[in-house]
């Protein structure tokens, strides 16, 4: 069974700076996605950016950006010149590839807290 | 386009009785997946229908869970005899069948179910 981990609870970062969240995966498939999702307080999820794996160049999403290592199974979430909006819960998820509609594997997710 | 919407929001019931969600996912989406989220915790996959057809389930989906979506369209879960290890975020998400991007999967705001 495919399993997400996510080994940093929380990180605090000042507005403006940078912070990046860490994930890794175990799979046996080499086809396969990868997501981080955003969950505010008391609010849904929402997905902040997608990575297939069968592209080499890194996702990119304005201020979001990921380092997609298939070969060490790591897929970092960098949040840049972040802004007080970013504090949220941040899920990193697996979806394995082949037949469609899979479903989502989420890490135990990491607390953003961003200072003022 | 409005999002994947779940009703109720908040749902406190007594151990014991029975309680019903209902969610309604982004109009052309084909898939609905519905998940369980506990406190600081990542969600968990319980169930997922493609059109009306209810194609896998997790084990932690026991007898007393059940899933439908009678038309294609909209989607219940009920649980009998709740527990109080029930108490829980549930999630719903849908996703589309074909297109681009169609493994990306949009959340709906979760019904919280508190069993006392």
């Known amino acids: 069974a495919q399993t997400v981990t996510q080994s940093q609870p929380e990180m605090s970062v000042q507005e403006a700076e940078t912070v990046t969240l860490s994930c890794t995966y175990d799979?046996?498939?080499?086809?396969?996605?990868l997501f981080w999702y955003k969950q505010p307080p008391s609010r849904q999820m929402i997905l902040v950016i997608r990575q297939e794996a069968y592209k080499q160049q890194n996702a990119t999403e304005n201020r979001f950006s990921v380092n997609f290592q298939k070969a060490a199974k790591s897929f970092s979430l960098k949040i840049s010149d972040s802004q007080l909006g970013d504090a949220a819960m941040y899920f990193c998820?697996?979806?394995?590839?082949?037949?469609?509609?899979?479903?989502?594997?989420f890490g135990g997710g990491t607390r953003v807290l961003v200072k003022p | 386009d409005t999002g994947v919407s779940q009703n109720p929001r908040h749902k406190i019931t007594k151990r014991g009785q029975n309680v019903t969600f209902r969610c309604d996912p982004i109009?052309?989406?084909?898939?609905l997946y519905w998940y369980r989220q506990t406190l600081g915790q990542g969600p968990e996959f319980l169930t997922y229908?493609?059109?009306?057809?209810?194609?896998?389930k997790s084990r932690l989906l026991s007898d007393r869970f059940s899933a439908e979506r009678p038309k294609g369209s909209f989607s219940t879960l009920e649980i009998q005899r709740t527990e109080q290890g029930d108490s829980a975020m549930y999630l719903c998400a849908s996703s589309r069948l074909q297109g681009p991007h169609s493994y990306e999967q949009y959340f709906g705001p979760g019904t919280r179910l508190t069993v006392t």
């Open positions: 799979t046996s498939e080499s086809d396969y996605y």
């Open positions: 998820a697996y979806m394995g590839g082949g037949a469609a509609g899979n479903k989502l594997t």
């Open positions: 229908f493609q059109n009306e057809a209810q194609l896998e």
């Open positions: 109009s052309e989406h084909n898939r």
